[in-house]
């Protein structure tokens, strides 16, 4: 059974410092999701990770993928109030599968 | 209008009614998912088709059924609800072709007294 651990949980920042979240997972799997949620909304896909290796970046954020040892991080630079939200890192299953295991979510608040 | 469109948006109902929760989407894609959201949980999935005559059971499906009516649309039922079936339920689909993320509805929040 895929476990999918992000760390931490709860995230207090003030602006202007960088953060790192974790995401690990227990089996093998070279498709990995980063989702946005702010409060009481749906989530939004902010990054895909498809190999071991990857990389992406857009704006404050920056994730990577280690699938070697099955790691995922989610890299905030100089963060900004508007950063605050819920972040969840979700992992298919493997081969062609495209069913997602979620991680329990860090809550990032950014303090002025 | 939203690629994606879940109804009701809210819901409050009591114990053991029957509930239908539909999800209705323009996205041309094949796959449809069901999940619940609890605090602190994640999201948790309930059932899932691949296409419309292929229904998986999630991770916690006791519970609940659900119906794959058309290629665009997946109604997630509650026999007999229960209150600690009380959370906030989401949409999702996918197209098995390419490699992008699942796309998510504005979700259901249902309240079962």
């Known amino acids: 059974e895929l476990k999918v651990e992000q760390n931490p949980l709860f995230l207090s920042m003030q602006e202007g410092k960088n953060y790192t979240i974790y995401c690990n997972y227990s089996t093998t799997s070279d498709r990995l999701y980063w989702y946005r949620q702010d409060p009481g909304k749906s989530l939004e896909s902010l990054f895909v990770?498809?190999?071991?290796?990857a990389v992406k970046q857009e704006g404050r954020l920056m994730a990577s993928l280690d699938t070697k040892a099955r790691l995922s991080t989610l890299h905030i630079t100089a963060a900004v109030h508007d950063l605050s939200a819920t972040y969840f890192c979700?992992?298919?299953?493997?081969?062609?599968?495209?069913?997602?295991?979620f991680g329990k979510g860090t809550l990032l608040t950014v303090n002025p | 209008d939203a690629d994606v469109t879940q109804t009701p948006r809210n819901r409050i109902t009591k114990t053991g009614k029957r509930i239908m929760l539909e999800c209705s989407q323009t996205?041309?894609?094949?796959?449809m998912y069901w999940y619940r959201q609890d605090p602190g949980l994640g999201l948790r999935l309930i059932y899932y088709s691949f296409d419309v005559k292929d229904i998986n059971k999630g991770e916690i499906s006791d519970g609940y059924s659900v119906s794959r009516q058309a290629q665009a649309k997946f109604s997630l039922s509650l026999e007999s609800a229960i209150p600690n079936q009380t959370a906030l339920y989401f949409c999702a689909t996918s197209d098995s072709t390419v490699n992008q993320p699942q796309h998510f509805g504005d979700g259901t929040r249902l309240s079962i007294l």
């Open positions: 996205k041309g894609h094949d796959r």
């Open positions: 979700a992992v298919d299953g493997g081969g062609s599968n495209y069913k997602l295991t």
């Open positions: 990770l498809l190999s071991n290796g």
